[in-house]
C-alpha cells in the first residue's frame, strides 16, 4: 500500500500550524550536536519545543537547561546490555534517578545539552532510541510485558511490536502527526496492554476461518485521558498477525490525514473517531487496506491492570518469572545494575517493565527461584509488598515536570507507606497519584484517583491539594473514575484517605473490591462520607 503526504493541504490546519510544520519535527536531531558544542544559550527559545520529537522535555524551571529524557522500551523487554546501559546513563548523567513510567519506558532527568550526544550513542549502541517517546509522534508502543513467556497470551507479540515500532521510528512520514498518539499491542487476556486509554490498540480475539479457528486481533481505535478522557471502542474488524502493521499503518495515516489540528485541545484520535463514529472510521479504513475480516470472539478476561507479583510458572518448562514491586516506579542506577547482574546470574539477562510502574525477572529455573529470592535488594524491591504500596501509581509530578501543580512522586510513596501502617483491608485498592490534568499517572483507571490542584486557604494561602475521583476500571470495557465534591489539602491527605478507606472496609462485604462497592452503594454515600470527614479537620 502507498501512503501519499497529505496532511499538508488540510483544510482544518490554520495558519500557526502550516508554520510549525515547516520544520518536521525529527530535524532537531540534527540540530543537537551543534546545540551540544555550543552549549544550552546557543538553543533559541523557539526550538525549545521541538527537543519533545527526540524525547526530550525542559525541567522546571525551562531556563535552567536541565532535561529529562524518555527512552521507548516496546513491550517493556531490556536485555542486560540494554539495562546497563540505561544504569549507566542514570548514572553518569542523571544523579542516579531511574523512573519506570506507566507505559513501560525509562525516564532519566538532570540532563544537560552538551551530555545528549553521548547518550544518544549509549542507547543506539544497544539498540534504544529515545526518538519519539514524546512530541506529535508514535509513541512507545506498550504491550505484553510476558510476551513470549506467557501462559495467559494466544501468542507472542514481542516480534510484532518490534516490527511495528521499528516502522515509525524516524519516519518522516508520521513524525508531524495532529498530536501525541499512542498505540497497544498485546496478546494476553488480562488487557496487559491496557487497550482502552490507547489511542489504538491490538486485543487478542479469535475467528473461525475456513473451518478453522484462528489466533488473531481486534482493534479499538479513540482511547485516551487527559483533561477529557474517551474509551476506545471496538471496530468490527478482525486482523491476522501477519497485517496487523498494514493495518497499523493505515489507522496511522487515517489519523494524520484527517486528524484535526486548528485547535491543539481537540487534535487527539479520540476526537476524530468521536465525531466520525466507528462504522465511517472502519469505511474509511478500508479505502486505504480493502475490503477487512468482520470481528471475530474478543478473549479478552478480568483485567489484571499490569500487575504481575510473585512466583510463576513460564510457558516453557522449568523456568519461572518473578514479578516485583517498585514503590511508584522509582529505581536508583545502582539498583538497575545490581537488578541486571542478578537477571544475568539466575536468568537470561533480560528485564521486563510494566506499565504499573513494575518489573519482572524473567527465565529463571525453577530451582534457582529461592536462591535468587534471598537477594538483599528484594527487601525493598519486593515479590509481596504491602497492600497500598503495592497498587500506587505516580507521575513525575512538579520535581520535574512543567505542567505539574504538585509534587507527587515523594508523596504517593509517603502515603501509601502510612496507609499500610495505618489500615489494613483483605482487597487491593489502587491508587493513581497525578500532578495535572494530562494524567501520565493514568488517574481515570484508578480504583481511587487523586489529582493535584491549587487551592486557597484562609490560614496558609494558596497551597498544594487534591481532588479525589472513585470506581475506575478498564473491565468489561472500561468506566472511568468519577469525581467527588470538595478539595484536600496535601498535608492532610493520608488521614483523609485513611478515613475514607475506612468507611469502605467498614461497609464492604468480604473480599469486596473497591470497584465494586463503588457501584453498589453509589457515589452520594462516599460524597457524603468524604464531605463529614473534611468537615471534622
Not at 144 to 168: C, H, M, R
Not at 212 to 218: D, P, S
Not at 264 to 285: I, M, P, Q, S, T
Not at 370 to 397: H, M, W
Request: glycine share 8%.
Amino acid at each position: 500500500m502507498a501512503y501519499v503526504k497529505t496532511w499538508e493541504n488540510n483544510e482544518k490546519l490554520n495558519k500557526n500550524e502550516k508554520q510549525k510544520l515547516q520544520k518536521d519535527g525529527l530535524e532537531i536531531l540534527n540540530d543537537i550536536p551543534h546545540y551540544a558544542k555550543n552549549g544550552f544559550q546557543s538553543i533559541p527559545k523557539d526550538q525549545w519545543d521541538y527537543f519533545k520529537w527526540a524525547g526530550l522535555y525542559l525541567q522546571k524551571p525551562k531556563e535552567d537547561g536541565y532535561f529529562m529524557m524518555r527512552v521507548n522500551v516496546p513491550s517493556g523487554i531490556l536485555t542486560y546490555d540494554q539495562a546497563n546501559v540505561l544504569a549507566g546513563i542514570s548514572k553518569d548523567y542523571g544523579r542516579g534517578v531511574f523512573d519506570i513510567t506507566t507505559r513501560q519506558a525509562v525516564q532519566f532527568h538532570w540532563l544537560t545539552i552538551e551530555q545528549i550526544p553521548d547518550i544518544f550513542k549509549r542507547l543506539e549502541s544497544v539498540g534504544l532510541s529515545s526518538v519519539g517517546a514524546c512530541g506529535d509522534i508514535t509513541r512507545t508502543i506498550v504491550g505484553n510485558p510476558l510476551a513470549g513467556i506467557d501462559g495467559s497470551e494466544l501468542f507472542d507479540t514481542e516480534p510484532i511490536v518490534k516490527e511495528v515500532y521499528e516502522f515509525f521510528q524516524h519516519n518522516e512520514d508520521f513524525s508531524n502527526l495532529p498530536r501525541k498518539y499512542k498505540m497497544s499491542i498485546s496478546a494476553n487476556v488480562h488487557n496487559a496492554g491496557h487497550a482502552e486509554i490507547n489511542c489504538l490498540a491490538f486485543i487478542p480475539a479469535t475467528k473461525e476461518i475456513d473451518g478453522k479457528q484462528v489466533a488473531g486481533f481486534h482493534i479499538k481505535v479513540g482511547g485516551g485521558l487527559s483533561a477529557r478522557p474517551f474509551l476506545a471502542q471496538e471496530l468490527d474488524v478482525f486482523i491476522l498477525p501477519e497485517k496487523l502493521k498494514e493495518t497499523a499503518i493505515a489507522i496511522t495515516t487515517l489519523f494524520r490525514d484527517y486528524g484535526y489540528r486548528e485547535k491543539r485541545h481537540l487534535a487527539r484520535l479520540k476526537f476524530l473517531v468521536a465525531d466520525w463514529g466507528v462504522e465511517k472510521f472502519k469505511e474509511k479504513l478500508e479505502e486505504l487496506t480493502g475490503p477487512l475480516l468482520s470481528k471475530g470472539k474478543n478473549e479478552l478476561k478480568e483485567w489484571n491492570a499490569g500487575y504481575f507479583y510473585g512466583v510463576h510458572k513460564q510457558k516453557q518448562e522449568g523456568l519461572s518469572y518473578v514479578g516485583f514491586n517498585v514503590p511508584v516506579g522509582r529505581l536508583t542506577a545502582d539498583e538497575v545494575f545490581e537488578l541486571a547482574r542478578i537477571s544475568k546470574a539466575y536468568g537470561n539477562g533480560e528485564i521486563r517493565t510494566c506499565n504499573s510502574q513494575n518489573l519482572i525477572i524473567p527465565n529463571i529455573p525453577d530451582e534457582q527461584v529461592d536462591v535468587l529470592l534471598k537477594e538483599q535488594i528484594f527487601t525493598r524491591i519486593s515479590i509481596n509488598p504491602r497492600n497500598f504500596i503495592a497498587y500506587s501509581v505516580s507521575c513525575t509530578g512538579i520535581e520535574y515536570c512543567n505542567l505539574a501543580l504538585v509534587e507527587t512522586k515523594e508523596r504517593m510513596r509517603s502515603i501509601a507507606e502510612y496507609l499500610d501502617e495505618e489500615i489494613a483491608i483483605d482487597h487491593p485498592v489502587r491508587i493513581h497519584m497525578v500532578g495535572c490534568p494530562n494524567s501520565c499517572g493514568q488517574r481515570q483507571i484508578a480504583d481511587i484517583g487523586l489529582q493535584g490542584v491549587k487551592m486557597k486557604t484562609k490560614e496558609k494561602g494558596m497551597v498544594e491539594a487534591f481532588e479525589i475521583y472513585v470506581g475506575g476500571t478498564l473491565n468489561n470495557d472500561g468506566k472511568f473514575n468519577e469525581k467527588l465534591k470538595g478539595k484536600v489539602d496535601a498535608d492532610n491527605l493520608g488521614p483523609v484517605l485513611k478515613d475514607f478507606l475506612s468507611y469502605f472496609k467498614e461497609n464492604k462485604v468480604e473480599k469486596e473490591s473497591f470497584y465494586d462497592f463503588v457501584g453498589r452503594v453509589g457515589i452520594e454515600p462516599l460524597q457524603n462520607e468524604l464531605d463529614q470527614i473534611l468537615a471534622q479537620i
